[in-house]
Nanobody, 126 residues
Framework: VQLQASGGGLVQTGGSLRLSCEVS????????MGWWRQAPGKEREFAAAISRTGSTTYYSDSVKGRFTISRENAKNTVYLQMNSLKPEDTAVYYCAAALARGLTWFTPNLFEYSYWGQGTLVTVAS
């Protein structure tokens, strides 16, 4: 399974970006997906997760209400729409895949993700 993230860039405070992550290899729809981020000098932190069907989503408190995770199984792609961006959102964003335990299953636990993309840098200027 290979994950390719894209869509990062430089944006002003209050702006928006949409990240994409295309998955190749084994059946995309068997995986729950997540977005994680890592700021300079900090540990990788959970941002959002989505179940294999897209019916269930979950967000960290720091992004809830501003970010939206979604997926298109027909395109083997998961998205992260990021609105009202803040300087503290500056980080490398990683998509990750976890073999789903059920149709509505998702996880915010890093150790449950088996596959990771290479990361895409998001910089929010103040």
């Amino acid at each position: 399974v290979q994950l390719q993230a894209s869509g990062g860039g430089l944006v002003q405070t209050g702006g928006s970006l949409r990240l994409s992550c295309e998955v190749s290899g084994r059946s995309f729809s068997t995986y729950a997906m997540g977005w994680w981020r890592q700021a300079p000098g900090k540990e990788r932190e959970f941002a959002a997760a989505i179940s294999r069907t897209g019916s269930t989503t979950y967000y960290s408190d720091s992004v809830k209400g501003r970010f939206t995770i979604s997926r298109e199984n027909a395109k083997n792609t998961v998205y992260l729409q990021m609105n009202s961006l803040k300087p503290e959102d500056t980080a490398v964003y990683y998509c990750a895949a976890a073999l789903a335990r059920g149709l509505t299953w998702f996880t915010p636990n890093l150790f449950e993700y088996s596959y990771w993309g290479q990361g895409t840098l998001v910089t929010v200027a103040s």
